[in-house]
């Protein structure tokens, strides 16, 4: 006989977590189940240890910087054996944090895959397992470009790029995206030659032309090559290095290879058909509520193809738990809310709400307002002053979107978001009394900057002039 509960919940990620624990939490009977690690890919090979990486470079990279100028001097404040430390955090973090937020799951933890019998009912190994409602949390996995020679290559993704020992002296990366980018500038910084090539005409190719410029320049400063708008057409390993060779004729030599082009939907063990849940190429295919076909199942994050962020996943978590014990009227439309992101290269690089290419190919009328780092007191004595803050917007303050490059991007990219989240105007921004001097500061000289372009109409002066 199977047992029976309120919630099932199948793969432990950033999604899965958001809809276990708070249903625990709210008192119902929640099964957890998650065929590998607690946190998903974001904790263990993806969000997580890149950003511990990119944290050792960075530190790596400033010092030695700093005793180029014969500023430093004393022990490394960064591992020799950096994977090796990625790992002890990782091991410290699950075991004595993540574990214990299941305290009330009832948690099935590499037990087996997760296979659906009929829409109630699941199986893990030799066990059934019977719910009220279902939410599939499964993610994604590397997609691997179909290169001639590829399958021959012991190439890395993010699953395996950290349980590697040692940093190689060189390295292939195919994809521009945020991943290829934040690994590119970490492995670069850690001492290896690094390469970087893809299809699109610039990096990080979701996002504006001239935030993926400004990052080939860094980049190139750094030793780093790239190798834009690029199709592969042969990959083979000659003398222990892996060559791929491009439509430009170009060989690109390194000791590994790392794929980063792209994410596929898994979820090819869950017998979807047996519930009577609709799929197709980029995911699972849910309604505005996060609904399956099959009503009482949910498809949350980024196994239904939207929003590839696991911010955007433990999002959705929340918004599908939500209309799960919400009456029909009440639930919330899940594409409504924004999804801001932000690369963790040096400059971080930020984004929220529509991009230039965007507006222009909708045929929107806006302007650009925009403030350079390299104009802000405080970024130039912090030697930081390398980027803008941007915003896209109506004559009449509408904000549509904003476009942050720069030290703290990441942070200060969220008041925008919740700016046109909630219909708010650049004038609201400005009479926000922001801490000085903080590089956010930046968002209200910004906010100022749209207002003083209002001051540019003559009937305005003349106006003022009289009231005055």
């Not at 945020?178 to 970490?186: L, N, R, V």
């Not at 912090?382 to 990441?410: F, P, Q």
């Not at 372009?453 to 009289?466: A, G, T, V």
Request: hydrophobic share 40%; with cysteine; charged share 25%.
């Amino acid at each position: 006989m199977s047992k029976k509960y309120d919630i099932a919940v199948i793969g432990l990620g950033p999604a899965g977590m958001a809809v276990s624990i708070m249903g625990s939490k709210m008192g119902l009977n929640v099964l957890g189940i998650e065929k590998d690690s607690l946190g998903g890919e974001c904790m263990n090979v993806g969000c997580i240890p890149s950003k511990s990486l990119l944290r050792m470079a960075s530190t790596r990279h400033a010092l030695e910087n700093a005793s180029a100028l014969g500023l430093a001097g004393g022990e490394k404040p960064y591992p020799d054996r950096p994977f090796h430390k990625i790992r002890e955090y990782l091991d410290f973090i699950g075991d004595k944090k993540t574990r214990s937020m299941f305290d009330k799951v009832d948690l099935k933890l590499r037990e087996g895959s997760a296979s659906f019998l009929d829409r109630h009912t699941i199986q893990v190994g030799d066990r059934k397992y019977r719910a009220k409602k279902i939410f599939i949390c499964t993610g994604t996995s590397p997609a691997v470009p179909p290169i001639p020679g590829i399958e021959d290559i012991d190439y890395l993704t993010n699953e395996t790029l950290f349980s590697q020992e040692e940093i190689p002296g060189s390295m292939v990366i195919i994809g521009g995206g945020a991943i290829g980018c934040e690994m590119a500038q970490a492995f670069s910084r850690l001492g290896s030659r690094v390469s970087v090539v893809h299809m699109d005409p610039y990096l990080l190719p979701h996002g504006d032309p001239d935030a993926g410029e400004l990052l080939q320049k860094v980049f190139e400063e750094e030793g780093i090559s790239v190798y834009n708008g690029r199709k592969l057409e042969k990959s083979e390993v000659k003398d222990g290095l892996v060559n791929l060779t491009t439509d430009h004729g170009e060989i690109l030599t390194g000791e590994k290879l790392l794929v980063a082009a792209g994410r596929k939907p898994e979820f090819s063990s869950l017998n979807l058909e047996a519930a009577g849940v609709k799929y197709g190429r980029r995911g699972i295919r849910v309604s505005k509520h996060l609904q399956t076909s099959a009503r009482n199942i949910y498809a949350c994050g980024d196994c239904n193809g939207h929003f590839l962020f696991s911010h955007a996943a433990m999002h959705q978590g929340m918004i599908a738990l939500i209309n799960s014990m919400t009456p029909a009227p009440f639930r919330k439309d899940f594409r409504r809310y924004l999804v801001p992101w932000t690369v963790f290269t040096e400059p971080q690089i930020s984004h929220v709400g529509k991009t230039m290419l965007q507006l222009e190919a909708e045929g929107v009328d806006y302007e650009i307002i925009e403030e350079n780092y390299a104009d802000y007191g405080a970024a130039i004595a912090e030697g930081i002053a390398v980027g803008s803050v941007k915003a896209y917007v109506s004559k009449w303050g509408r904000i549509y979107g904003a476009r942050i490059i720069g030290e703290g991007s990441g942070e200060m990219i969220n008041e925008w978001g919740l700016a046109i989240q909630n219909r708010l105007r650049m004038h609201n921004i400005m009479f926000l009394q922001h801490s000085f001097p903080t590089m956010s500061f930046l968002s209200k000289r910004v906010s100022e900057g749209w207002m003083m372009n209002r001051m540019k109409s003559s009937f305005l002066k003349k106006l003022i002039r009289w009231w005055f």
